[in-house]
C-alpha cells in the first residue's frame, strides 16, 4: 500500500516515514516548502527510496493531485504547520481558498478538517496522524525520574481545569501555571514561546501543562513534545511538564528523561478517562 506524507517541521515526518516503511509501505511525501526539513530530501533517497514533491503551503490542488498520481489513496499529516502562516504571504490555491471562504473562523480544528473534507472528496482520505508511532505515545503516570511536590500536584489540577477550558475553545493546548494562577497561554506562537513568555513574566517555579482538545480529532495537531520543550522549560526556570496520556506523541523518550532529570523536571502523563 502507498502512502502519502504531508510533512511539516520537525522530526515528526521522519519519524512517520522510518515507521511506514518497517511495515512495509511505499511513500510519497509532499513536503511543505514552508516548514519541513531540507534532510527529507536525504532520508527520502535512501532505501527503499521514496517520492518527494515540494509544494508551496497553498497548494492543495497540487497535494492532492500528486498523491493520486502516485496512487495514495490515505495520507498522514505530519509536523507542525505554524498557524500564523495564514496571516502570511502564503497564496492559496483556488481548492484551498474555496474551503476557507466556507469558514466562519479560521482557528486550527476548522482551517485543517476543511482540507481533510477536501482531500476526502478528491479521494484522499487522512489518517490518524500517530498511526505509526502508536509506541511513542504518552504513559499514564511519572515519566521523569523526579515525583511531583505538593505545590506542583496542586498546580497541575488547577492547571488542567484552564488548560481543558483552552483547548475546548481550540486556542491553544498548553497553559502555563504558578501558585494556582494562569501566567500564560498558548495561542499560535507554540508551546516553546509560551514557556519563555511565562519565564519572563513569572521567573522560576512555572508548571508547563499541555493537553489535547477535549474532542481530539487523531488526524491532526496531536500535541506533541520532546527534548527542546525541556531545554525551553530549563531556560525558563519552569519545573513540570504534564501531558495528556495516550494523546501525546513524545519524542526521542529516553534523551528527554535525562534532559529532564538533568534539569530537576518532574514530567508526567495525566491518565484521563475513557468515555463510552
Known amino acids: ?38 534532510d527529507l530530501n536525504a532520508a527520502a533517497a535512501r532505501e527503499p527510496r ?13 497535494c492532492i493531485e500528486t498523491l493520486r498520481a502516485a496512487g495514495a489513496t490515505h495520507a498522514v499529516m505530519a509536523g507542525q504547520v505554524k498557524h500564523v502562516k495564514i496571516f502570511s504571504s502564503i497564496l492559496p490555491d483556488r481548492l484551498l481558498l474555496s474551503a476557507l471562504l466556507r469558514l466562519r473562523s479560521k482557528n486550527t480544528d476548522a482551517l485543517i478538517s476543511a482540507v481533510a473534507d477536501v482531500m476526502r472528496e478528491h479521494g484522499v482520505e487522512l489518517l490518524d496522524s ?27 489540577a488547577f492547571g488542567y481545569t484552564m488548560a481543558d477550558a483552552i483547548a475546548g ?21 507554540g508551546t516553546d514561546a509560551v514557556i519563555a513568555r511565562a519565564g519572563r513574566l513569572a521567573g522560576p517555579g512555572t508548571r508547563v501543562v ?6 481530539q480529532d487523531m488526524r491532526f495537531d496531536v500535541p506533541v513534545v520532546g527534548v527542546p520543550t525541556v531545554q525551553a522549560m530549563r531556560d525558563a526556570g519552569a519545573t513540570v511538564l504534564s501531558v ?3 494523546k501525546t506523541l513524545v519524542f526521542d523518550l529516553q534523551e528527554l528523561i535525562r534532559a ?10 495525566r491518565g484521563r478517562p475513557t468515555t463510552a
Open 169 to 189: 475553545l481550540d486556542i491553544g493546548q498548553t497553559v502555563v501555571v504558578k501558585d494556582a494562577a494562569v501566567v500564560a497561554v498558548e495561542a499560535m506562537e
Open 210 to 215: 499541555k493537553v489535547a482538545k477535549p474532542t
Open 50 to 62: 521514496a517520492d518527494i514533491v515540494w509544494l508551496s503551503l497553498g497548494q492543495l490542488s497540487k
Open 130 to 156: 500517530t498511526a505509526f508511532l502508536t509506541p511513542l505515545l504518552a504513559r499514564p503516570g511519572r515519566i521523569a525520574s523526579r515525583p511531583l511536590t505538593g505545590p506542583e500536584e496542586s498546580d497541575l
Open 260 to 269: 529532564a532529570d538533568a534539569a530537576g523536571i518532574a514530567v508526567v502523563g
Open 244 to 246: 495528556d496520556a495516550g
Open 1 to 38: 500500500m502507498r502512502i502519502g506524507l504531508i510533512a511539516g517541521n520537525g522530526t515528526f515526518p521522519f519519524l512517520v516515514l522510518d515507521a511506514a516503511r518497517r511495515l512495509g509501505h511505499d511513500v510519497t511525501i509532499v513536503a511543505v516548502q514552508e516548514e519541513a526539513s531540507p
